[in-house]
C-alpha cells in the first residue's frame, strides 16, 4: 500500500467543528443530518451549554460526540490546528499533528516578505506570544478518536496544506516562511513532509495577499485528483494580476500525481463587506456526498453555485450564509469578531470545519483519459482499491459500469493487475462523436458499499469519442 494523506472528499464518518459556535444555525443543524458531529470543548460547562442549545435546535442528541481539547486563541480553526489523516504502507491510519506554535502568522506578498503576527498589524513574528493550547488539540483529538498520534516538528497548517489522497500536495509559500523561522531549510522540509506522509509531489504556488493568512484554501480547491478550482478575483482588485500570474505561470506549469497538467476551473468572485475582502467561495468543504458552500448576499452567489454543480454533478451543493442578525443568541458566536455577516475572506467555512475520516474506509479511485479517445479505439480504465478494513472484496466486486450516448449500463468484471490492489476491465471501442460514460463500483465484506466517482451512478466519469 501506498502512504499517502487522505484527501478532503473520501469516505467520512463526521465533521469536527469547535464550540463557541463560529459557524451558522442552518449548517449546524444540516451536518446533524447528513452525518456525526465531533464537537470540541473546553470543560463539561461547554458541553451543557451545547447540549441545551442542540435540544431547542432538535438536533438529534445520538448525532453528536463531544471531544475535550485545549482552546487557545484559534480554537475556531480546526482546520488549521487539526490533525491530518495518515494512510501507512500496512494500511493503518495515524493522526498527524502539525506544530502550530504561532497561531497562523501573517505575510505581505513577495519572495522575500517577512513572517508577522497574527494581528493584522506589521509584527514581527518573534514578537508573538503563544499559550500553546491549541498546539495541543491535535493529540487530545486523536486519543479521544482512539487513533494512534503523531507529533509533527514542522508547521503544517491545514488550510495551507491540501492534498489529492494520492501523491500531490498544494501550498502557498508562507508556510515555507513558518517552517524557515523554525529552522528548517525548505529542502529539509519537503524532505521531511516526503518522508512521513510518503507524498513527494509538492506544488508551492507564491503569497497572493498583502497582510494577509494567504492560505491556499482561500484561493483554490482540489475537488478531486486531477482539477483545481480557482477564484478569479474582480479585476479592480489590487491583487487581480498577482493572482492571473500565478494561475498562469505556477499552477499552469504544475502537474498532479500522474504526471498531468492539473485542469483548472475558474469561479469567478466579487467584493463584500466594507474591508475590501472577496468572497471566499472555494474555503467551502466536501465531505462524502455533499458541498458546503459559503454565501455572502453579493452578486456571485449564485455563480459559485452553479460552478461546483457543473463541476462535481451527482453532488448535494448546498450554500449557507451566515448573517448575525438572523442567528439565534443561544449559538452564543463570539459576535464581537465579526461584523455584519460571520464569513470572512481569509476565515471561513472550510477553516472551521475538519473531516473525521473513516480509518477503516473502502477506498475506490479510476483512472480518466489523458488526451483523445479515438474512433474504434477500447479504453482501459485501471482502478486503485484498497479495503483498509483489511476484509476480502465481496464476491463479483469491483464491477465497472458504462454506457454510450445515455443508452443502458453495460457491467464488466474488473480484474486484478500485477500490480498489487490495481484492477482492470476495458470499454470497447466506439463511433467517433460517442460519449462514454461509467464508473466503478466496489464492497468489501466490512459492509462498507463505494463508488468512483463516489456520487454514481448520478455523477460519472465520461469522455468524447474522437
Not at 217 to 226: E, G, Q, S, V, Y
Not at 242 to 253: F, K, Q, R, S
Amino acid at each position: 500500500m501506498k502512504k499517502r494523506i487522505a484527501a478532503e472528499w473520501e469516505p467520512a464518518i463526521g465533521v469536527m467543528f469547535a464550540w463557541p459556535l463560529f459557524l451558522p444555525h442552518k449548517l449546524v443543524q444540516e451536518f446533524a443530518k447528513d452525518t456525526h458531529v465531533y464537537l470540541l470543548v473546553s470543560d463539561d460547562e461547554a458541553i451543557e451549554a451545547a447540549k441545551r442549545t442542540f435540544d431547542e435546535w432538535e438536533v438529534d442528541p445520538t448525532r453528536v460526540t463531544y471531544v475535550k481539547v485545549s482552546q487557545g486563541d484559534d480554537c475556531s480553526w480546526p482546520r488549521d490546528f487539526g490533525p491530518h489523516a495518515l494512510f501507512d504502507e500496512r494500511g493503518e491510519q495515524h493522526l498527524l499533528g502539525p506544530s502550530y506554535l504561532f497561531s497562523t502568522p501573517f505575510a505581505n506578498v513577495g519572495h522575500d516578505a517577512p513572517l508577522l503576527a497574527p494581528d493584522f498589524e506589521e509584527h514581527p513574528i518573534d514578537e508573538f506570544e503563544s499559550d500553546g493550547k491549541d498546539d495541543l488539540a491535535a493529540g487530545q483529538i486523536a486519543k479521544a478518536l482512539g487513533v494512534d498520534f503523531i507529533k509533527l516538528p514542522f508547521a503544517f497548517t491545514g488550510g495551507n496544506m491540501l492534498t489529492d489522497g494520492v501523491n500531490s500536495i498544494i501550498s502557498t509559500e508562507i508556510l515555507l516562511f513558518e517552517n524557515r523561522y523554525k529552522g528548517f531549510s525548505d529542502d529539509e522540509y519537503f524532505s521531511q513532509v516526503a518522508e512521513v506522509t510518503g507524498m513527494t509531489n509538492y506544488t508551492v504556488l507564491s503569497d497572493y495577499e498583502d497582510l494577509n493568512l494567504n492560505h491556499i484554501d482561500c484561493l483554490a480547491k482540489p475537488i478531486d485528483d486531477r482539477r483545481i478550482i480557482v477564484l478569479r478575483f474582480p479585476k479592480s482588485h489590487p491583487h487581480y494580476d498577482i493572482v492571473e500570474h500565478i494561475v498562469d505561470t505556477e499552477l499552469a506549469g504544475a502537474t498532479n500525481s500522474y504526471g498531468e497538467p492539473w485542469e483548472i476551473i475558474r469561479l469567478d468572485t466579487d467584493y463584500f463587506g466594507e474591508d475590501g475582502g472577496v468572497a471566499a467561495y472555494s474555503n467551502s468543504l466536501i465531505l462524502n456526498k455533499c458541498v458546503y458552500v459559503p454565501m455572502y448576499g453579493i452578486h456571485t452567489d449564485e455563480g459559485a453555485l452553479e460552478t461546483f454543480r457543473a463541476a462535481l454533478p451527482g453532488y448535494d451543493v448546498k450554500g449557507f450564509t451566515f448573517v448575525l442578525d438572523d442567528e439565534p443568541e443561544s449559538s452564543d458566536i463570539p459576535r464581537e469578531d465579526y461584523e455584519e455577516i460571520g464569513w470572512q475572506s481569509f476565515d471561513v467555512l472550510h477553516c472551521r470545519t475538519r473531516a473525521v475520516w473513516d480509518s477503516k474506509m473502502l477506498y475506490v479511485r479510476a483512472t480518466r483519459p489523458l488526451g483523445t479517445v479515438c474512433a474504434g479505439e477500447p479504453y482501459r480504465v485501471h482502478a486503485t482499491i484498497v479495503a483498509y478494513s483489511g476484509e476480502e472484496l465481496t464476491e463479483g466486486m469491483p464491477k465497472l459500469h458504462w454506457r454510450a450516448n445515455g443508452g443502458a449500463w453495460t457491467s464488466a468484471d474488473l480484474e486484478a493487475a500485477a500490480t498489487r490492489e490495481v484492477f482492470t476491465a476495458e470499454i470497447p471501442g466506439q463511433a467517433a462523436g460517442t460519449t462514454v460514460e461509467y464508473y466503478v463500483e466496489c464492497s468489501d465484506a466490512s459492509g462498507r458499499h463505494e463508488f468512483a466517482p463516489r456520487v454514481a451512478p448520478a455523477g460519472t466519469y465520461s469522455y468524447v469519442v474522437r
